[in-house]
């Protein structure tokens, strides 16, 4: 007798656990980066937001200058810094990846002195911000409250470089929980500084100006101290390096078109 063709049904088993537990784990491991990241750049936002909600209670003119300029300084100058800074996500992620340590500070460097020379367009460009709104048709007295408050942006850019290449320094090496609070410490403190500078010391709309290069500073000396002070960063800082001003045209033709995404 012919023994019969048909075959048993294979079972179908649904995915192992130790698959499973590897994709929980790996899911909270993205959720523990993700989670500060996303609260460190709501932090870093509210700088601005708060200097602007300070002049809001100056009156309508005052209001409209510092939101205009606030628009303007952030799509010419800071979100083009933040771009160009993350061109530090692809050489210091492969440098610590290839665990040559020592280059990750070397890159931060290196992204500070093309950072800096991208500021000198900037300053142009919020120097002349007045002529440039009313070349737009902007209101004659909007426009030179809004040139006004964006000059008085002008300081904040030298703290604002180097406190963006920490933070893709620290993020790159998966350190973000400090990134986050010192982000949050500034935030908070930050309210206290507008107050000092916009009621009590009455510097009106300029103290609100003037306020973001105080908060940007404490923002860079609490990770430079972290950076220094904690041991994380014991291989990848190791103090200034004149390797630094070396391939300074390789590092700015990655970083103009990160700025322009961002941008």
């Not at 100056?58 to 800074?85: I, K, R």
């Not at 920490?166 to 500034?186: E, G």
């Not at 908070?188 to 908060?215: E, R």
Request: glycine share 8%.
């Amino acid at each position: 007798m012919q023994k019969s063709s048909v075959q048993e049904p294979l079972l179908v088993t649904g995915p192992k656990k130790g698959d499973e537990n590897a994709a929980a784990a790996e899911v909270k491991r993205l959720v523990w980066l993700a989670g500060p990241l996303v609260a460190s750049g709501i932090f870093q936002c509210a700088l601005q937001l708060v200097s602007v909600m300070f002049v809001g209670h100056l009156g309508e003119l005052p209001l409209a200058g510092a939101s205009l300029a606030s628009s303007l300084a952030n799509v010419t100058g800071f979100s083009f810094l933040v771009g160009m800074s993350s061109a530090l996500d692809t050489l210091c992620g492969q440098a610590f990846g290839a665990r040559q340590y020592h280059l990750l500070g070397v890159y931060k460097q290196r992204a500070m002195l093309v950072l800096a020379l991208a500021c000198v367009p900037i300053v142009v460009v919020w120097a002349n911000t007045t002529r440039i709104l009313l070349l737009l048709g902007q209101d004659r007295s909007i426009a030179a409250e809004a040139g006004a408050y964006a000059w008085l942006l002008v300081p904040s850019l030298v703290p604002y470089v180097p406190l963006v290449c920490h933070i893709r320094f620290l993020q790159t090496q998966s350190i973000v929980v400090p990134v986050m609070a010192s982000s949050a410490a500034t935030a908070l403190s930050h309210v206290l500084v507008c107050w000092a500078l916009v009621h009590k010391a009455g510097m009106g709309s300029k103290g609100a100006a003037l306020s973001n290069t105080v908060s940007c500073c404490t923002n860079l000396a609490l990770l430079s101290l972290y950076t220094r002070l904690s041991g994380a960063c014991k291989r990848t800082w190791t103090g200034f390096s004149m390797e630094a001003f070396k391939e300074l045209r390789q590092f700015a033709g990655l970083a103009f078109p990160s700025a322009m995404m961002v941008w």
